[in-house]
């Protein structure tokens, strides 16, 4: 990635010229500019990635104002959390509270002070950055670095409704590491931490789509969702990661099916309906777990 591409990303919504001209030259030498001059404009530029870090948005506009495209991007899911900052000749308090109203965080009246824009810009993408942040770390499992139990029952909920509404098939992989007690009870609980991350980093290199997730499900348990991806895809993947634990070869004295680490798979895979919940796909998975635990483990069980 280049020194340009980890620059901020601004949006300037203004259909006044001089203003586009006066903004894109401050702001320039700092972040990444993508203009509009339009509510619509917008819009159709924010469907092209990455989204901006923050939105300054005149509010006297033809077509849309810049209040309902306030409120419009606040509305939608990709872009709620966009800060927006109005740009705006008006100065009173009743213009500032319905600007407020409509989600905006600033307001950076004309003329503009470079000092001032800039000092303002700033503060709000640092403050976008650290929300970010911090927000990523919410869903990542403290031990493994990978998402958690929370970003997983998120991730699946989103995609279960979008398999819903385009007829997609979804499936799930719920993994178990066999006989992981005796393993913390021989090695001590410090080995134990390290092979789940040993083993974590095996799971994530298995996953061959950006679109897929694995996330630690709870304990020595770790669950992949694989978005429209049929049963045999599932299987295929299942096999891949069954493949790369064995290659790992992580010793395991104590285990009574191998004499290193090995674990336990269950895969479902379902095309949803609307009455149906993603807890359905849980229940398959899990049922499977349990077959492939109940018939020796070290192996691979799977529902559709």
Known sequence: MNTKEKQPKVMIVDDEKINLDVLVGL??????????????????????PPLPDLILLDIVMPGMDGYEVCRKLKDQNSTRDIPVIFITGKSNEQDEAKGFQAGAVDYITKPFSSLIALARVKTHIELKRRGDM????????????????RHFDQFLAAEWKRSIRYNHTISLIIMDIDYFKLFNDHYGHTEGDECLKKVA???????????DILARYGGEEFACV???????????????????IQDLGLPHEKSQVADY??????VASSSPQIKEKALDLIEMADKALYEAKGNGRNQIAGHQ
């Open 201 to 211: 980093k095996v799971f994530s290199q298995s996953m061959l789509r950006s679109t």
């Open 134 to 149: 911090l927000e990523r770390l919410a869903g990542l499992d403290g031990l493994t670095g990978i998402p958690n139990r």
């Open 261 to 266: 680490v090995t674990v336990s798979i269950g």
């Open 226 to 244: 694989l978005p429209e991806t049929d049963f045999q895809g599932a299987m295929t993947t299942a096999k891949r990661i069954m493949k790369a």
């Open 27 to 48: 702001l320039k030498p700092y972040y990444r500019i993508v203009a509009a001059k339009s509510g619509d404009q917008a819009f159709k530029r924010l469907e092209i």
